[in-house]
T-cell receptor, first 117, second 115 residues
């Protein structure tokens, strides 16, 4: 099973709302990633978790708050977002993140399409 | 530091024609190279990757790519395009000994296939 699942598929929220995105994998991977992708652009890395600890934060605004409750689950908590935060949010996982030094594959989920009004 | 340049933001081919998507990389250390495909409203799927060994890499759906160190290129090819190949294609690089697992993506190439 090489599947990464994400819920919800679509989300519309107002600028004062609080919502969460969820990502799950059951491949035994110990690294998980959040990316943001605007239309017609490549994914931009936001956060990396390695062994349930935050290892990379790409200077993401604090209105995005990641959480890794266990090795299979990754959440992204959203609060007071701006319209420019509207995008496709992709989750990915790999066996380890140090393993990318060995050419590991990142497996991507289908994404959550977020619209901030 | 690493970077990736994909030549051509949009490529159009006829069904049955050769597909050639160009990717050049810059890396101060030996790179690992990836091609991902993204179909509309979906996530990214790995087509193929180069890590070590044979420089001609075969992937899924009939795609292949050749790592050419002297040209710093990793172009993606497919002998005969199919309508289902229409998608966005991303080339990506990750450096060996890279700490933290960062993939550096190119800007992407949208492939259209005409009947």
């Amino acid at each position: 099973d090489t599947e990464v699942t994400q819920t919800p598929k679509h989300l519309v929220m107002g600028m004062t709302n609080k919502k969460s995105l969820k990502c799950e994998q059951h491949m035994g991977h110990r690294a998980m990633y959040w990316y943001k992708q605007k239309a017609k652009k490549p994914p931009e890395l936001m956060f990396v978790y390695s062994y349930e600890k935050l290892s990379i934060n790409e200077s993401v605004p604090s209105r995005f708050s990641p959480e890794c409750p266990n090795s299979s689950l990754l959440n992204l908590h959203l609060h007071a977002l701006q319209p420019e935060d509207s995008a496709l949010y992709l989750c990915a996982s790999s066996q380890t993140n140090m393993g990318l030094a060995g050419g590991e594959t990142q497996y991507f989920g289908p994404g959550t399409r977020l619209l901030v009004l | 530091a690493q970077s990736v340049t994909q030549l051509g933001s949009h490529v159009s081919v006829s069904e049955g024609a050769l597909v050639l998507l160009r990717c050049n990389y810059s890396s101060s250390v030996p790179p690992y190279l990836f091609w991902y495909v993204q179909y509309p409203n979906q996530g990214l799927q790995l087509l193929l990757k180069y890590t070590t060994g044979a420089t001609l890499v075969k992937g899924i759906n009939g795609f292949e790519a050749e790592f050419k160190k002297s040209e710093t290129s990793f172009h993606l090819t497919k002998p005969s395009a199919h309508m289902s190949d229409a998608a966005e294609y991303f080339c990506a690089v990750s450096a060996r000994y890279n700490q933290g697992g960062k993939l550096i993506f190119g800007q992407g190439t949208e492939l259209s296939v005409k009947p």
